[in-house]
């Protein structure tokens, strides 16, 4: 029909419309609920192991749901819970008094009515409590102010979180009041949440890892719910620049503290970055394997399942797409150490595709990662009844796909290299190449590959710019 009746047209369009709102308003609202629940289990959590008296773990539980809160601009109950908890911890778990105090500030700053549980409660608690009520109460300096006020930090220390505070005044709606930051060496800002201390007073850090090099660019922005800015002092065109001078025998504040300060972490994969973004490694590392025969040369049948793989060089060079979460490639030559059948092949080649991710948020410690690739991986096999007593040890070659996965630890040496132990299993198949390369008769350079797996242990030095 070429005619509508319009009743129905008119019926549809208001359906359609009513659909269309509510699917689009409750996704805030979803996130919120679901952000406070994970808050407030991770608070529990905390807690548990506070009365375990599991202090140091307690913290870190507490710690995760104040970032989580924090990154997700869930600014409720459950968050004010968990800075009021951290002061818990600190107070009478860690005897951090300095640090309890300004964790009950930050609670104050998010729900001024917050108050102690009677099971945590005690007199000196309860009045250190007090005492930061009134701070968060008389705080943030002038408040008759318009727009955004703040002063310039113009030097710090290498190595430290400097201290970045801004007073807004009641003429700016704003959200929330974010440093954005570039350290040396770095073409986007990164940014840190700043946190309400008083009644129009902000307090923020810019982190370490930002602070190494000969400068630091900020600038600080008040922005609304959409991330659009308001007010702001410096831009990403025209910033703010600190100094940085040889570190000094001061307090500096931890990255890993980002709970009061540090950096904006939104629970996702792709967190915000603030460090470095390529990256070179080379690693040495051994090995072993299952391998299957018949073995290369001597054509001698494997009478056992494990072999080495003594020696490996592999270059690499990676990008990090957060802090976290980095993709690399790598070569990995390997050696057959200890082969010397007349004419055994000397190098294996490789290359693999890498992902990494770190457990932590600053990049350190514990990563987990996995590869996909194609090459040969050679081991060394004695050979059974030898017909030469002077060669004896020939070589077999599993591939040509190449995958698997692993774990590591990394430890910073300071400034932009890091030390990375890893050990990584690779399966490989042949996946229908029964041969590589020239294999006609009298032909060199011919591969027979076998599927396989094997296991390695690397070390290596990693270098970011």
Do not use: W
């Not at 102690?116 to 000196?124: G, H, K």
């Not at 008040?222 to 600190?242: F, Q, R, Y």
């Not at 592999?314 to 390997?334: C, K, N, W």
């Not at 996946?431 to 294999?439: I, K, N």
């Amino acid at each position: 029909m070429r005619y509508v009746n319009k009743t129905l047209f008119a019926l549809s369009l208001a359906l359609g419309g009513v659909a269309a709102v509510s699917l689009a308003l409750p996704t805030s609202a979803l996130a919120d609920r679901k952000s406070a629940k994970r808050i407030k289990t991770k608070t529990e959590q905390g807690m548990g192991e506070y009365d375990m008296m599991e202090f140091e773990a307690a913290k870190s539980l507490l710690m995760e749901a104040i970032n989580i809160g924090e990154g997700n601009d869930t600014r409720g109950p459950e968050l004010a819970s968990a800075y009021l908890n951290l002061g818990i911890v600190y107070f009478s778990g860690l005897g951090e008094e300095d640090k309890a105090s300004e964790a009950f500030e930050n609670a104050l700053g998010v729900d001024a009515e917050v108050k102690l549980s009677v099971a945590y409660s005690t007199p000196e608690m309860s009045e250190l409590l007090e005492a930061a009520r009134g701070k968060v109460g008389t705080s943030g300096g002038d408040c008759s102010i318009d727009g955004l006020a703040h002063e310039l930090v113009d030097e710090a220390a290498s190595g430290s979180a400097p201290e970045m505070r801004a007073r807004l005044g009641s003429d700016i709606d704003a959200a929330s009041v974010l440093v954005y930051y570039r350290g040396e060496g770095q073409l986007e800002f990164s940014r840190a949440s700043m946190k309400k201390t008083g009644s129009c007073e902000y307090v923020g850090n810019i982190p370490t890892r930002a602070v190494q090099g000969e400068f630091v660019h900020y600038y600080i922005a008040a922005v609304d719910s959409d991330g659009k800015e308001l007010e702001h002092k410096g831009t990403s065109g025209s910033p703010n620049i600190i100094e940085v001078s040889a570190a000094s025998g001061g307090s500096v504040s931890s990255d890993s503290d980002d709970s009061l300060g540090g950096e904006k972490d939104d629970g996702s994969l792709l967190s915000e970055k603030s460090g470095p973004s390529v990256f070179l490694s080379v690693a040495a590392g051994t090995g072993g394997g299952y391998v299957q025969g018949p073995t290369e040369k001597s054509d001698s049948q494997v009478d056992c399942c494990i072999a080495p793989a003594l020696l490996h060089l592999m270059p690499e060079i990676g990008y990090f797409i957060s802090d976290q979460l980095s993709v690399s490639g790598a070569f990995r030559m390997g050696f057959p150490i200890g082969a010397n059948v007349m004419g055994h092949a000397s190098f294996a080649p490789a290359g693999l595709l890498r992902v990494r991710y770190a457990l932590s948020p600053s990049g350190e410690g514990i990563q987990v990662s996995g590869a996909l690739g194609a090459g040969v991986i050679r081991n060394t096999v004695q050979i059974k009844d030898p017909t030469d007593a002077a060669m004896d040890t020939d070589t077999t070659a599993m591939g040509p796909v190449l995958f698997g996965g692993g774990f590591g630890y990394a430890k910073s040496l300071g400034g932009p290299m890091k030390i990375v132990a890893e050990v990584n299993a690779i399966a490989a198949v042949t996946a229908g190449f029964d041969e590589l390369g020239p294999c006609g008769e009298g032909e060199d350079g011919c591969v027979r590959p076998k599927s396989g797996a094997q296991v390695d242990a690397n070390l290596a030095l990693l270098f970011a710019f």
